[in-house]
């Protein structure tokens, strides 16, 4: 895969998180993802590729635009065929509330790489690059606690594990509590808390509990460029999801590893901070109509880590405007 494209989606996530960035803390959440949503794909007509998004906003009669099956780029002689996973803003809530660690997020693999995966919940398990190997969702919370406090060569107290704030998760809660390890929680949106495992200044170590299979995909995508390891169980709650699982050609009660949700290593990524974080600065406002943004790019391939800032004139970008 063309190196230059890892770098051409730090673009398009940029488009989204300076247009979603104006909501931050006015409370409307869904105008801030239908404004990220509208950026991203008004971007995405500026990059040479032949894609098909596999996660997206939903199904054709569900979403305008970013939807499952929706074709994006221009299918020339030469242009890449590619599989598009997407989450314009993942913490629409975090941007309504005026709350950290929303990001707008994207990952590109070959044709047949992504797993097209239902939406719906997923157990999730994730750790980075030195406990690969040391996790197993079927395990209970103690032994993985345990196991990976041992690849880490900590105790078990000094463990930190990032969950989500959630009622269905309280029991889960419990058992981390019981084991002495620390807890960090997320309000809203799991694939920063994933990438997370995967930078010692992040502070965290085990990514745990349930959040939305698409964006599973997304984390594993993250973590296989940077040498972690994601692990993930589907969790249909009816038989209306059942069937979709059925219908999609996913399997029930399989373990998914991250080879499975992605494959091969030609995967590039890109996440662009929209609200701070410990992780990725959000959109900041500067004088003379500028803004700042802070972008995470990711290539499997070689394995190279980017951190890249940019100073946008935003008078030369009329659709940021206010």
């Known amino acids: 895969m063309d190196r230059n494209l890892a770098v051409n989606l730090a673009r398009v996530t940029e488009a989204a998180a300076l247009a979603s960035a104006r909501m931050l803390g006015r409370g409307d959440k869904n105008k801030a993802d239908q404004l990220a949503v509208d950026a991203m794909r008004r971007m995405f007509d500026t990059i040479d590729i032949d894609g098909e998004v596999v996660i997206g906003e939903g199904e054709m009669d569900e979403a305008p635009m970013l939807y499952i099956g929706e074709h994006i780029g221009t299918p020339r002689e030469g242009n890449p065929k590619v599989d598009i996973a997407v989450d314009p803003l993942d913490g629409t809530l975090a941007v309504a509330h005026g709350l950290a660690n929303a990001i707008a997020v994207v990952a590109v693999a070959p044709r047949g790489c992504l797993l097209n995966?239902?939406?719906?919940?997923?157990?999730?398990?994730?750790?980075?690059?030195?406990?690969?190997?040391?996790?197993?969702?079927?395990?209970?919370?103690?032994?993985?606690?345990e196991n990976v406090a041992k690849a880490l060569e900590k105790d078990p107290s000094d463990i930190t594990v990032i969950i989500l704030d959630r009622e269905r998760h309280r029991k889960m809660i419990n058992e981390i509590r019981e084991t002495g390890a620390r807890l960090k929680f997320i309000y809203d949106g799991d694939v920063l808390g994933a990438i997370s495992?995967?930078?010692?200044?992040?502070?965290?170590?085990?990514?745990?509990?349930?959040?939305?299979?698409?964006?599973?995909?997304?984390?594993?995508?993250?973590?296989?460029?940077?040498?972690?390891?994601?692990?993930?169980?589907?969790?249909?709650?009816?038989?209306?999801?059942?069937?979709?699982?059925?219908?999609?050609?996913?399997?029930?009660?399989?373990?998914?590893?991250?080879?499975?949700?992605?494959?091969?290593?030609?995967?590039?990524?890109?996440?662009?901070?929209?609200?701070?974080?410990?992780?990725?600065?959000?959109?900041?406002?500067?004088?003379?109509?500028?803004?700042?943004?802070?972008?995470?790019?990711?290539?499997?391939?070689?394995?190279?880590?980017?951190?890249?800032?940019?100073?946008?004139?935003?008078d030369k970008k009329p659709e940021y405007a206010k």
């Open 117 to 145: 995966a239902p939406d719906m919940y997923m157990e999730k398990l994730a750790v980075g690059p030195k406990a690969k190997g040391a996790i197993d969702i079927k395990a209970s919370v103690k032994v993985n606690i």
């Open 197 to 314: 495992t995967c930078f010692e200044e992040a502070g965290v170590d085990i990514l745990m509990g349930s959040g939305g299979a698409p964006e599973g995909v997304l984390a594993a995508a993250a973590l296989k460029c940077l040498g972690g390891e994601f692990q993930g169980i589907l969790l249909p709650e009816d038989e209306v999801q059942r069937e979709r699982c059925i219908r999609m050609g996913v399997e029930l009660d399989k373990v998914y590893l991250t080879d499975d949700l992605v494959k091969g290593d030609e995967i590039a990524f890109s996440a662009t901070g929209v609200s701070y974080g410990e992780l990725l600065e959000g959109v900041k406002y500067l004088d003379n109509n500028r803004a700042t943004t802070e972008t995470l790019i990711l290539r499997a391939e070689t394995g190279t880590v980017r951190f890249m800032k940019a100073v946008h004139q935003l």
